[in-house]
């Protein structure tokens, strides 16, 4: 049985808290991943079909990084095309739904540790939409992207999540966007085309981190500098480890933990997702 039949197979068997919205983390891996047909990629599309309908989406995306915690205002979100050296075809790619104000002024509400001031110039970047589009294709689902406050350490973000959190209860689904393992300049290329092919120090961080998750042990996560070399590599900038944080923040002990598309690609990436609900 293949990974995407099998993980399809125990997300059925997944029992989601009625009422109340799921979170998740996706490793994003490639912007091609919004176009090719791949286990990820169609596993995504398997997900969107599953999950409830959100009434709006929250993404937090490793490709916005600011000074302070921003979320986009616009009345349409536009898509961000911040990548290059790809196939036009990708170019082409318009994923933009509307934004949401009442959700931009209820986060604004719900986040008192911090100022969360609005962007009208950001849309969603491919972090976002590579996900989205495939979850959710027709664009059809008001969404806004709140921006990693980059000068800020582990517990920052973990505690917005926290601060978040009800906003499960009002029909949002909350997505993180980034990968755990993620040190492009160890990528081995020639190997891309492996299946499941990982270092012996990017298995190792990926499952120490992973263990942390399926025990609800979390503070360690938020200072994941000290959980050794091997997460070092894995993590050289936090920029796609962040987005895990605020999902962890939103979590509740009832929540039951479903992990899909646990894979390497090209030696130092992973793929691990995480599923809460």
């Known amino acids: 049985m293949s990974l995407l039949h099998h993980t399809i197979a125990s997300l059925k068997e997944l029992p989601?808290?009625?009422?109340?919205?799921?979170?998740?983390?996706?490793?994003?891996?490639?912007?091609m991943n919004a176009i090719d047909d791949n286990e990820f990629s169609l596993y995504w599309e398997k997900l969107g079909a599953y999950l409830p309908k959100p009434k709006a989406i929250l993404v937090i995306s490793a490709h916005w990084l600011t000074k302070g915690t921003q979320?986009?205002?616009?009345?349409i979100q536009s898509t961000?095309?911040?990548?290059?050296?790809?196939?036009q075809a990708l170019f082409d790619v318009d994923y933009s739904p509307e934004g949401d104000p009442k959700l931009v002024h209820d986060i604004q509400s719900m986040i008192t540790s911090t100022a969360v001031e609005e962007s009208e110039q950001w849309g969603l970047d491919?972090?976002?939409?590579?996900?989205?589009?495939?979850?959710?294709p027709l664009a059809d689902i008001p969404t806004v992207q709140l921006s990693i406050d980059y000068y800020k350490q582990g517990d920052y973000h973990y505690h917005l999540g926290r601060e978040l959190q009800t906003l499960r209860d009002r029909g949002v689904l909350i997505v993180g966007s980034g990968n755990i393992v993620h040190n492009l300049r160890m990528v081995d290329w020639g190997q891309m085309g492996v299946d499941n092919y990982g270092f012996d120090w990017a298995i190792e961080s990926n499952e120490l981190i992973k263990q942390y998750v399926m025990s609800r042990d979390f503070n360690p996560l938020k200072n994941y500098l000290h959980l050794?070399?091997?997460?070092?590599?894995?993590?050289?900038?936090?920029?796609?480890y962040y987005p895990l944080l605020y999902i962890l923040g939103a979590t509740s002990a009832k929540d039951?933990?479903?992990?899909?598309?646990?894979?390497?690609?090209?030696?130092s990436l992973s793929m691990s997702s995480y599923l809460f609900g």
Do not use: C
Request: glycine letters at 12%; zero cysteines.
């Open 126 to 136: 491919h972090g976002s939409w590579s996900v989205l589009r495939r979850m959710f």
């Open 256 to 267: 039951q933990l479903h992990i899909f598309n646990d894979k390497y690609v090209g030696g």
């Open 71 to 75: 979320v986009t205002s616009g009345l």
């Open 16 to 31: 989601l808290q009625e009422k109340r919205m799921p979170v998740l983390f996706v490793g994003h891996g490639s912007p």
């Open 80 to 87: 961000i095309h911040d990548f290059r050296g790809f196939p």
């Open 228 to 240: 050794g070399t091997a997460v070092q590599y894995a993590v050289p900038t936090p920029d796609h």
